[in-house]
């Protein structure tokens, strides 16, 4: 039937004005809680010691721990909350200081590191994930049965399973969002100015504190409430009723929960992380020299303020994160072929070079003439002090193969006078005066090739392996100004004794917790964006709502891990965001005809609920297609968890609104359920690392973009009875024995080794890449060599040759190059 128009609708984009209703848990809502919490436990926590090796980016993460327990400093691009509490756990567990995680597949039995506490941490925070929707569901006013359901959703998602089970960061990151999706939710129903009422919204400013100190996508879970809380104070402030002194009490509360808190947490956060990491590590190399004066463990001492003729001076780069003006005994890989000069990121003895006059001729020794000072303008040598070369430019393209750069090098030897190439003019920044002297730390230079006028330069520009990956130094014309931009970091001159009262010295300034903050989050910022290299299983945003590939973890022993979603619940929860935007849409366009569907509560809450539930995903979603770096499928699962909510949403508002809503709500929340549970249980194998077989892998390739690796699996479940536990840790006699039954096996002279060529059935194991981290089953034990043949029907297919003993068991490759000499080879048929 036809609604009649009214001549003054709602608004449709405003929520329903204070809460909607008052949480009240019943008994059956505290049975249905413990219910998912338990579930939950069981489906995080399930074999969570498996496999017993280190698998994807616990690489970073387990030896960031292990950095924090040595105190070296280090730099990652994620805040450091996380990341501490990881150390905290490897810490009480008395994780071995010598096991690093270095690579991927290192076993975690040959040294003591208490993995398995470590990886109950983001399990347990797995676990409450589902709690937390669970609640989240009920605040936002939905049936118990529909809470229920909506966190068993998020239970038996196989991709949030898991990301939670590793020493990962994304589980805290979603506990973080997840746990301030909750209290803001909880703090929409209580009454305004309550104790509740503050107390909620301090949870929630604690909660975007704990969420950004993890990761920065916690961002976006700050920009999500900001967006709301905006929108509470003006439809506030458009509120007649409400007092200007009203208002004032409500902008600042907010200002001091949502804003003030969370910023202190997170400094707080950043306070911790330099006082547990005092000695100045590789990654001190990154900051600036003042930050670096300024650690706990360092010393800050004094040295000679003004720059002379003699003096010996490293010299340090401005605009990039490189380091060091650097040379070393290495050539350029073509070009001139003359000695590298490069930037390096950390101090030594390669950085030092000798001040020297612009005249060309015999060395001087500076410490029998009178001392004079460098002034602004003045045309000067460096000469490496190690090498005996000199800084030198000329119009030779660089190996980054620019028109525009010409190749910086060093050139000469010990007791070559030089040539014109070497003179360089020095330039302070900013000033004119040619009296001014350059000085130590204070002053910031450019280095002006006397001979073609061009500036020495850098760029983040990596040279290839024959540079050692050090970033490229280059001299140009067109450079922007600040990557021409230097300073003097540490001066030295036999002259200028440090201790002498009449020399001017100079050191850094202290700095202070907000300065260390600012500037470590600015390195955290170019370097995160830097991130910019192909990786195999990188994605774009754009594929992440269809679940268009995953990611390979690990892969080994008949086993496989990989990061795909429960394909179900993925692309419901996708359906369900589309199917709000057209009914959005669809409901403006009747507002607009003067409708009064916004007046009906249950419109009302459906806009509010969801309309904040969609905002959120949208806020944890599209700021990744403004990236440019590296992104993964799992940068999607903070927006996943609020899409998945948005399912139950949709189901218990519309078929509520149906004739016989309550059956028909639960039909279609239990059968959906049901539904999902399989989808789980298909795709747990790749989940939790267990068995499977290649025909169940291959027929669970719903799209041919899901690259994990069935090759990978044997052709029955028989096949792991007969293979030992791959990572039984051996005792010393085990180890003895199982070499010596190995030399056992090895054929005699006398022994036959047949051969056969296998069709490959699949396409993926046609083309599937191996594990780049550590070869994959198919490498190990049959891929010695594949061919191609044209059948009668004119299809192409791929043969494997593969090599067995007497008793027709594989031989692996490695194996069958020891004992080839040993036993003859029966070759097959060539028409096979």
């Not at 616990?58 to 805040?79: C, N, Q, S, T």
Request: proline share 5%; hydrophobic share 40%; with cysteine.
């Amino acid at each position: 039937m036809k609604t009649a128009p009214i001549a003054n609708p709602a608004s449709p984009f405003q929520p329903s004005k204070g809460p909607a209703h008052k949480v009240v848990y019943t008994y059956r809502d505290k049975i249905a809680f413990v219910f998912v919490t338990l579930i939950a436990l069981i489906v995080r926590l399930y074999k969570i010691n498996f496999p017993p090796s280190v698998v994807f980016d616990e690489v970073h993460f387990g030896g960031f721990a292990r950095k924090y327990i040595l105190g070296r400093y280090f730099l990652d691009v994620h805040p450091p909350l996380a990341k501490m509490l990881f150390a905290l756990i490897a810490k009480l567990g008395n994780l071995d200081e010598d096991f690093d995680f270095h690579e991927i597949g290192l076993s975690y039995l040959d040294k003591h590191v208490p993995y398995v506490a470590m990886r109950l941490y983001p399990g347990l925070l797995g676990v409450a994930v589902v709690s937390l929707a669970f609640l989240t569901l009920r605040n936002y006013n939905c049936s118990t049965l529909g809470a229920t359901v909506g966190a068993l959703l998020v239970c038996f998602e196989n991709g949030l399973i898991t990301q939670s089970r590793l020493i990962l960061l994304d589980s805290p990151l979603i506990f973080g969002t997840a746990f301030t999706a909750w209290a803001w939710s909880s703090f929409e129903t209580q009454n305004i100015f309550s104790f509740k009422w503050y107390l909620m919204l301090a949870v929630t400013g604690l909660g975007l504190g704990i969420t950004a100190s993890i990761k920065w996508v916690g961002l976006f879970t700050i920009a999500w409430i900001g967006v709301l809380t905006i929108y509470q104070l003006w439809r506030i402030l458009g509120d007649l009723s409400v007092t200007p002194r009203t208002f004032v009490r409500h902008f600042s509360a907010r200002v001091l929960f949502l804003i003030l808190l969370p910023l202190s947490f997170y400094i707080g956060m950043f306070a911790i992380h330099f006082a547990l990491l005092p000695i100045a590590a590789d990654g001190a190399g990154f900051m600036s020299s003042r930050f670096q004066a300024n650690m706990p463990g360092a010393r800050n001492n004094e040295i000679p303020l003004k720059v002379a003729l003699g003096s010996t001076i490293t010299i340090r780069h401005v605009g990039t994160q490189g380091g060091y003006l650097h040379s070393h005994d290495h050539q350029y890989v073509g070009g001139s072929e003359q000695h590298q000069v490069t930037l390096y990121p950390h101090k030594d003895e390669n950085n030092y070079w000798l001040v020297e006059n612009g005249t060309i001729g015999a060395d001087i020794d500076y410490a029998t003439v009178p001392i004079s000072y460098v002034t602004h303008g003045e045309v000067i040598r460096l000469k490496h002090v190690v090498t005996k070369r000199r800084l030198h430019s000329h119009d030779v393209r660089p190996s980054s193969d620019t028109d525009w750069l010409n190749e910086v090098s060093a050139y000469g030897y010990d007791g070559f006078e030089g040539d014109s190439n070497d003179l360089f003019r020095i330039e302070i920044v900013e000033n004119t005066d040619p009296n001014t002297v350059v000085t130590a730390i204070n002053s910031k230079i450019r280095l002006i090739h006397v001979g073609s006028g061009c500036q020495l330069f850098s760029r983040n520009y990596k040279l290839p392996d024959w540079g050692f990956g050090q970033q490229e130094v280059t001299c140009t014309n067109q450079g922007v100004f600040k990557n021409t931009v230097w300073y003097i970091e540490h001066n030295e001159h036999p002259l200028l004794d440090v201790y002498d009262e009449k020399v001017e010295l100079v050191k850094y300034a202290p700095m202070s917790l907000l300065e260390k903050v600012i500037e470590l989050n600015k390195v955290m910022w170019t370097t995160n964006a830097g991130l910019t290299a192909s990786h195999p299983y990188m994605s774009r945003p754009s594929s992440w709502p269809i679940l268009k590939r995953g990611i390979n973890f690990w892969g080994h022993h008949k086993r496989h891990i990989y990061l795909l979603g429960n394909p179900l619940i993925w692309w419901t929860s996708t359906a369900a965001v589309a199917i709000y935007v057209v009914v959005k849409l669809f409901s403006v366009l009747r507002w607009q005809r003067s409708y009064d569907d916004y007046l009906k509560p249950s419109v009302q809450d459906y806009d509010h609920y969801l309309g904040s539930t969609f905002t959120a995903w949208a806020l944890h979603y599209f700021p990744f297609f403004l990236m440019g770096r590296q992104l993964f499928l799992h940068h999607y699962l903070p927006a996943l968890y609020f899409a998945i909510l948005a399912i139950v949403l949709t189901i218990d508002i519309y078929a509520g609104a149906m004739p016989y809503n309550k059956f028909l709500r639960e039909t279609i929340f239990v059968t959906f359920l049901l539904f999902s549970l399989v989808a789980f249980y298909r795709y747990s194998r790749i989940t939790y690392g267990t068995e499977w077989t290649q025909s169940e892998c291959n027929n669970a390739k719903i799209l041919d973009t899901w690259d994990f690796n069935c090759a990978l699996y044997p052709n029955s479940y028989e096949e792991y009875a007969t293979v030992a536990d791959p990572f039984a840790k051996p005792t010393i006699t085990e180890a003895t024995e199982t070499e010596e039954t190995e030399e056992a096996k090895v054929p005699e002279e006398e022994g036959e080794v047949s051969t056969e060529f296998i069709q490959v059935e699949s396409e993926e194991e046609k083309k599937e890449p191996a594990n780049e981290e550590e070869p994959t089953e198919e490498d190990l034990d049959s891929s010695i060599q594949t061919v191609y043949r044209t059948e009668a029907d004119g299809q192409v297919k791929a043969y494997r040759k593969v090599y067995k003993d007497a008793k027709g068991n594989v031989i692996p490759p490695e194996k069958f190059a020891e004992i080839k000499n040993k036993v003859s080879v029966r070759e097959p048929d060539p028409n096979f």
